[in-house]
């Protein structure tokens, strides 16, 4: 459904994107994640046509978005950070203006009008002006001019940021229903929007794409490893005597508290659950175990590995001394 292949933006010596590569499937929600900076927002402004790309192409529905620009765009509904509001008209003045954009026919815009207000909810609201709805019936003015035509894919830019807990619930509850006739893709911060929303997540850092993976496999990675927290009454030495002799245990930092007693987080691969081992681990070794707690993980903690992962193309610092 979307292709992109080889892209690069520059903005003078900034390199924004490079040479990222992805491809995206009919009928699924893609979550696109990334530190500020990364990159998201340029390859979406790329994507629906709002900016050009340096080099490399965009293909939507096998056709380019810089040579058939009008053709792409039909195909797309795009939500940005700030939904592009005209605040002085009414709902239905705004959509029926946007209508005009699209080209929508006339004999059509009628039912067209009251399908959106449907689907997103506005119906209440439709004759009042957009400066006085809240921050979250804003959204929903935005999410319905990006409906507009029932485009096959729909583009979200932080479509909760700034709502309350409540309209959150709503808006993640839209782009579910927006999934089962859309392909939807969807930039957030919030990792547990996209964990909840999203079936496949594409991760971006410095304009590179560093993951590609269904959620379900980006979850599979914390299924297969564990944490556990540990207050010890015993020494730092005592406690690293312990966890030496236990071969499931993968990495543990300690950290003192106070006299006599010791914390310590373990983090093993081994997918069985092995406190009762560490439990019989420190009874022999006359060490009690003042606290013991399971740390549930989750895709920030997935997220954070990756970035911190070094990059297979970035320099070494004696390949970076050997350049000089």
């Not at 927002?41 to 709002?50: A, C, E, F, V, W």
């Not at 379900?216 to 030496?244: H, N």
């Not at 499931?248 to 997918?271: H, K, N, P, W």
Request: proline letters at 3%; a negative charge.
């Amino acid at each position: 459904m979307i292709e992109v292949k080889d892209l690069v933006k520059q903005y003078g010596n900034h390199v924004a994107l490079d040479h990222l590569n992805f491809t995206i499937e009919k009928g699924k929600v893609y979550g696109l994640l990334g530190a500020n900076g990364a990159g998201k927002s340029t390859t979406m402004n790329i994507i629906t046509g709002y900016i050009g790309a340096t080099s490399g192409t965009v293909l939507v529905e096998g056709k380019d978005v810089l040579l058939e620009p009008e053709e792409t765009k039909k195909r797309i509904g795009y939500l940005p950070e700030i939904p592009p509001l005209y605040t002085e008209m009414t709902v239905e003045e705004y959509l029926s203006f946007v209508m005009q954009i699209k080209q929508i026919a006339k004999e059509r815009q009628k039912k067209h009008m009251e399908e959106l207000l449907d689907r997103v909810k506005l119906q209440e609201v439709r004759h009042r002006l957009i400066r006085n709805l809240s921050k979250g019936y804003r959204q929903r003015v935005g999410l319905a001019q990006a409906l507009v035509g029932w485009p096959a894919i729909i583009i979200l830019d932080e479509p909760t940021v700034g709502l309350d807990p409540q309209q959150i619930i709503e808006i993640r509850q839209l782009i579910r229903d927006l999934a089962k006739e859309h392909t939807v893709i969807l930039s957030s911060h919030i990792l547990a929007e996209v964990q909840e929303v999203c079936d496949h997540i594409l991760i971006i850092q410095k304009g590179k794409l560093i993951a590609s993976e269904s959620t379900m496999q980006m979850m599979a990675r914390v299924a297969s490893s564990q944490t556990v927290e540990l207050i010890i009454e015993g020494t730092e030495a005592q406690t690293a005597a312990v966890l030496a002799e236990m071969p499931a245990i993968d990495t543990y930092q300690l950290a003192l508290q106070e006299d006599g007693f010791c914390r310590v987080m373990i983090e093993s691969e081994y997918t069985a659950d092995f406190r009762r081992a560490l439990f019989k681990a420190f009874a022999q070794a006359d060490l009690a175990i003042l606290q013991m707690n399971a740390v549930s993980s989750s895709l920030e903690s997935v997220f954070l590995d990756l970035m911190n992962q070094p990059q297979l193309d970035e320099e070494t610092p004696q390949e970076k001394e050997e350049l000089q």
